[in-house]
């Protein structure tokens, strides 16, 4: 039998200083009842809709071009490389209310703006009860995506064996100030704020039940000592790690992932 064909998806990891750890990132925990990986850890996420990939979506992008972010991406899904980055915030809004957009200048809504706030929670509620999309509540409100915070983190296949299959591609983010996730209960069962080194241990340990993408991307972001370190780390706008091929030792070679402490040398993107 020929394998399933695995369909285009998008995820994003939020992250943030932490008070005992430098770098902190939110999670949310699967619906039991999901086919796919229910009951597992995860971040924010889901599958590459048609409408992210349309001619007014793609236009609707600001924070970078389409054909820098083709270049980035090579994808091979027949899709404009854009529709990740526009999945991605999708997603995000759907599952935890954070909405990054911005003005058509590419400068950020101010979620403390009591209008802007009061804009925003109105726009969740008619794109989950179906009354448009995103593309069109974006530009009621003379929004934009703003995918300038995203820097591209992995792209991770699911296995050929797997019934069901995804080809996704996992972006790490910053909050915009004045905004913070919510719990929605439609695909979440928890969603929570954690240290990276310690949701590494609690997965290594067998309490976090995860998916291989997930257990990477706390690996790797339990290595900064800080969210310049790894902001400076992106700059190349590269992904740092992809499917089964690279593992994350590759960057961080003296590392010790039981503990989430360096034994032997700084890190590479220190000087």
């Known amino acids: 039998m020929s394998p399933v064909q695995p369909k285009p998806a998008a995820s994003v990891v939020l992250v943030r200083p932490g008070s005992a750890e430098p770098v902190e990132l939110y999670m949310i925990r699967r619906q039991e009842a999901m086919r796919f990986l229910g009951g597992f850890y995860a971040f924010p996420g889901g599958r590459v809709s048609p409408v992210d990939a349309t001619p007014e979506t793609v236009a609707r992008v600001r924070g970078l071009d389409a054909e820098t972010a083709a270049e980035r991406l090579r994808n091979e899904e027949g899709l404009p490389s854009l529709a990740f980055w526009v999945a991605a915030i999708r997603e995000l809004f759907e599952e935890t ?60 296949i699911t296995p050929p064996s797997s019934p069901i299959r995804f080809t996704a591609r996992f972006f790490v983010s910053p909050l915009h100030a004045g905004q913070e996730p919510r719990l929605f209960f439609e695909e979440t069962s928890e969603g929570f704020w954690i240290g990276a080194r310690e949701g590494y241990r609690r997965c290594r340990a067998g309490e976090f039940a995860m998916a291989e993408p997930q257990e990477y991307a706390l690996g790797y972001l339990a290595q900064f000592n800080s969210l310049d370190d790894l902001w400076a780390a992106h700059a190349d706008g590269r992904h740092k790690f992809h499917g089964i091929v690279d593992r994350v030792e590759f960057y961080g070679a003296g590392y010790d992932w039981t503990q989430g402490v360096w034994t032997s040398h700084k890190p590479p993107w220190h000087p």
Do not use: N
């Not at 409100?141 to 703003?146: E, I, L, T």
């Open 97 to 156: 209310g954070v909405l990054m957009a911005c003005d058509a200048q590419g400068a950020p809504i101010d979620h403390r703006d009591p209008a802007v706030a009061d804009q925003v929670e109105r726009s969740r509620k008619a794109l989950m009860a179906g009354e448009a999309g995103l593309t069109a509540l974006l530009a009621r409100a003379g929004w934009f995506y703003d995918v300038a915070p995203l820097r591209y983190l992995a792209h991770f």
